[in-house]
């Protein structure tokens, strides 16, 4: 089993529609959450970290639920700069090996 | 604002030689890493380095080495190239390491084609 997994997708959406994706992760001692953002044959950036209690971040908002082992991306208000590759990414206690998802593939269309 | 520099961006080879590829950072960051993205795969650690003169493996590290001789350079080498390590390559760097490793900033990527 992976350790990180994400629908591939792709998410085809229209410009102002609200996209969600989930990523879950095999390992229960998982510490530290992230989203990425990897546009076209470009480097990854990072989006921003997850919380516990959830955060925001503009349009972006996270969410973590341990207990089921996912985190969740929600992006509101689409616009065609959105469109992109989302990496998950799980860091593990005392581990330097941050595991990547493969990515989600978002779409947002005029 | 340089950031992560790779070079080079684009390398053909044919099976069975050698290459290096450079990643430079100015960010003074003690940890660095090199990673393969692979289509349908998230990136895998292939070494990283958690200071100057210090590497370690990573999850794919065979048919690779690296050296970290100078803080701001991590050297990725292939030995004896085979197509397998037909990818795409990325640098990253960090400012903290193991359970705080918060952001990477990663170079733009070096694709390498192995014939």
């Known amino acids: 089993r992976k350790e990180v997994e994400q629908d591939p997708g792709p998410f085809n959406v229209p410009e102002g529609a609200t996209v969600a994706f989930n990523c879950t992760y095999s390992?229960?001692?998982?510490?530290?959450f992230f989203w990425y953002r990897q546009d076209c044959r470009k480097e990854p950036k990072l989006l921003m970290s997850?919380?516990?209690s959830g955060n925001e971040d503009g349009r972006f908002t996270a969410q973590l639920n341990r207990a089921s082992q996912y985190i969740s991306l929600l992006i509101r208000d689409s616009k065609l700069s959105d469109s992109a590759t989302y990496l998950c990414?799980?860091?593990?206690?005392?581990?330097?090996?941050?595991?990547f998802g493969a990515g989600t593939t978002v779409t947002v269309r005029a | 604002n340089a950031g992560v520099t790779q070079t080079p961006k684009f390398r053909v080879l044919k099976t069975g030689q050698s290459m290096t590829l450079l990643c430079a950072q100015d960010?003074?960051?003690?940890?660095m890493y090199w990673y393969r993205q692979d289509p349908g795969m998230g990136l895998r650690l292939i070494h990283y380095?958690?200071?100057?003169?210090?590497?370690a493996k990573g999850e794919v590290p065979d048919g690779y080495n690296v050296s970290r001789l100078k803080k701001q350079n991590f050297l990725l080498g292939l030995e004896s190239a085979a197509p397998s390590q037909t990818s795409v390559y990325f640098c990253?760097?960090?400012?903290?390491?193991?359970?705080?490793?918060?952001?990477?900033?990663f170079g733009e990527g070096s694709r390498l084609t192995v014939l």
């Open positions: 990253a760097s960090s400012q903290r390491g193991g359970e705080n490793t918060g952001e990477l900033f």
């Open positions: 997850v919380y516990s």
């Open positions: 380095s958690v200071g100057e003169g210090t590497t």
């Open positions: 990414v799980v860091n593990m206690i005392n581990d330097y090996k941050l595991s």
């Open positions: 390992n229960s001692a998982s510490q530290s």
């Open positions: 960010m003074n960051h003690e940890y």
